[in-house]
């Protein structure tokens, strides 16, 4: 059996002092002690800052920047980001209400996915964010609430590719999708809205998600463009917004490289004064959800217990899958492997063991690392789940066998 090696601090972002991590500047033992139980999820201001300033340097200026708030909905998070970013995009009544409580300019908010009910629709135009209508129904809808309330609806039409982004994680456009209008539908979408009186802002092209490989991303970004001039080509009203999704994936795997921003950058250089000159009045934008909050966030648990069974070593902490199921390997349904794990307040002793890190879930799946090197841990002493701040939390079954909701910490 394989044993997954211990990562090095200095591969995480977040500072160790005195054997310690710290999140926020704070060790990390005083921060279970302020937040007053265990587990928690903490965020670090710091990290979130940085990253979005290390974006804006690589990107061109022109080109606008959202946060995809369904990455991290926690409030004290998006405001946080609010501040930083260009937009915000949502993809629920609930996400719309946390994007409108930061005093985000609502016309910068925009409000995506399939099946957005009526009252979610109502409420969209009524506060002024634009809607990504995915469907004709939408369409029809979205006319007639709009007549209802007496305004006009911001509008643009999420396309679903005739492509793919390449080796991403999470296909989510190209071939038969929920999501989205198929592109050679465009046309016949674009005269319908024109007939029912709504004006189209552009067109929203998210081809796909969690990519590590810069050539994908570029290529998916050179056909979104070509794209996106097409349907401008049947479109009657000039293309203000355009956005042409983002994928930027982060690594959480052994053996998984980070994501090289530069040539992204510099194809963009190239890329968007093309978008310019052929569509003037069009504000570009990318949107990113885990690039941007992924690595500001860790997941921590307490040992509660550490048992022998047969030689192996197990760790059982306060916590597990169910608030964290990613880490635990989404229910068994793939080959799971370790996030990155460290004992937090141990960074760096020498004296390791191999063991397995588990939850209190009287389930086998309720593994966050599976046979790791770490230091030697005992009772009380604080796991520390690393890449977690995006899909953490709010993507996880938390009724599952009824334990407590974890906290959640911006520091
Ligand atoms: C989920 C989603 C995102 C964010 O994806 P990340 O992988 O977190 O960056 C962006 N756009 C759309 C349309 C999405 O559904």
Not at 124 to 138: D, N, P, T, Y
Not at 287 to 302: D, H, M, S, T
């Amino acid at each position: 059996m394989s044993v997954t090696k211990p990562i090095h601090a200095a591969q995480t972002g977040f500072p160790v002092a005195d054997g310690c991590l710290q999140v926020g500047g704070i060790p990390v033992t005083r921060l279970a002690q302020r937040v007053g139980s265990t587990p928690f999820y903490a965020y670090d201001r710091r990290l979130l800052s940085e990253r979005v300033a290390q974006v804006r340097t690589h990107m061109p200026a022109a080109l606008e920047l959202h946060y995809s708030v369904k990455a991290n909905p926690m409030p004290a998070l998006v405001q946080h980001l609010a501040g930083l970013v260009d937009g915000l995009d949502v993809a629920s009544g609930g996400e719309l209400k946390v994007a409108l409580d930061t005093g985000m300019v609502p016309g910068r908010i925009s409000f995506a996915g399939p099946g957005k009910s009526e009252a979610e629709l109502r409420q969209a135009i009524a506060a002024g964010a634009c809607i990504h209508a995915e469907s004709e129904r939408e369409l029809r809808t979205v006319a007639r609430l709009g007549a209802d309330l007496g305004i006009a609806p911001q509008l643009v039409l999420r396309i679903n590719p005739d492509f793919e982004l390449k080796g991403s994680g999470m296909r989510m456009g190209g071939g038969a999708k929920q999501f989205g209008i198929d592109a050679e539908e465009a046309p016949r979408m674009l005269a319908l809205a024109a007939t029912l009186g709504l004006d189209v802002q552009g067109f929203h092209i998210f081809s796909g998600s969690q990519s590590l490989k810069a050539d994908a991303i570029i290529e998916a970004q050179a056909q979104t463009v070509e794209l996106a001039l097409r349907l401008a080509e049947a479109s009657s009203n000039p293309v203000r917004m355009l956005n042409i999704g983002g994928g930027f994936g982060i690594p959480y795997f052994p053996g998984e490289a980070r994501l090289d921003l530069a040539p992204i950058g510099a194809a963009l250089d190239l890329l968007l004064p093309r978008v310019q000159s052929a569509l003037p009045q069009a504000k570009v934008s990318i949107e990113l959800g885990r690039y941007l909050v992924g690595e500001a966030g860790v997941y921590v648990a307490r040992v509660v217990d550490r048992k022998v069974s047969r030689g192996q070593v197990f760790l059982v902490t306060d916590g597990g899958l169910h608030h964290h199921l990613a880490a635990s390997g989404n229910f068994g349904q793939v080959i799971r492997k370790n996030y990155p794990v460290a004992i937090g307040n141990r960074m760096g002793s020498g004296d390791t063991e191999a063991v397995s890190v588990v939850g209190p879930l009287c389930t086998p799946l309720d593994v966050l690392a599976d046979r790791m090197e770490l230091p030697r841990a005992d009772v009380g002493d604080l796991v520390v789940v690393f890449q977690s701040g995006a899909y953490g939390l709010s993507a996880s079954p938390t009724a599952f066998l009824g334990h407590a909701t974890p906290s959640e910490v911006l520091v």
